[in-house]
């Protein structure tokens, strides 16, 4: 099965960037970033088909968020830069294993592993 352990979540101040990483083995089709702050739902952030690179984005974070993956050390990355306290959460990878792909990459697709989320904190 696919295995995914996030890391690089931290504090910083509004303005600034951070890194995060998910180690990432086994994955096909799909793989995203959500977030969820507390009381809130779950929401998707961005997404890569693995196939091509396509990638997506939810509109609050395009330009300021970059997905890419390193396929030789098996690893996506979310690039976060310009950070606003409402980026404030708990970040999450996610990952899926398709014998086709179809559709896109996005906040609706249902993804069935993920890791266990890693903390960002943004201060004002």
């Known amino acids: 099965q696919v295995q995914l352990v996030e890391s690089g979540g931290g504090s910083v101040q509004a303005g600034g960037s951070l890194r995060l990483s998910c180690s990432a083995s086994?994955?096909?089709?799909?793989m995203g970033w959500f977030r969820q702050a507390p009381g809130k739902e779950r929401e998707g952030v961005a997404g890569?088909?693995?196939?091509?690179?396509?990638?997506y984005y939810a509109d609050s974070v395009k330009g300021r968020f970059t997905i890419s993956r390193d396929n030789a050390k098996s690893t996506l990355y979310l690039q976060m830069a310009s950070l606003k306290p409402e980026d404030t959460a708990m970040y999450y990878c996610?990952?899926?294993?398709?014998?086709?792909?179809?559709?896109?990459?996005?906040?609706?697709?249902?993804?069935?592993?993920w890791g266990q989320g890693t903390q960002v904190t943004v201060s004002s």
């Open positions: 890569m088909y693995i196939g091509d690179g396509t990638t």
């Open positions: 086994g994955p096909t089709g799909c």
């Open positions: 996610a990952a899926e294993v398709l014998r086709f792909f179809r559709g896109k990459c996005d906040d609706r697709r249902p993804y069935n592993y």
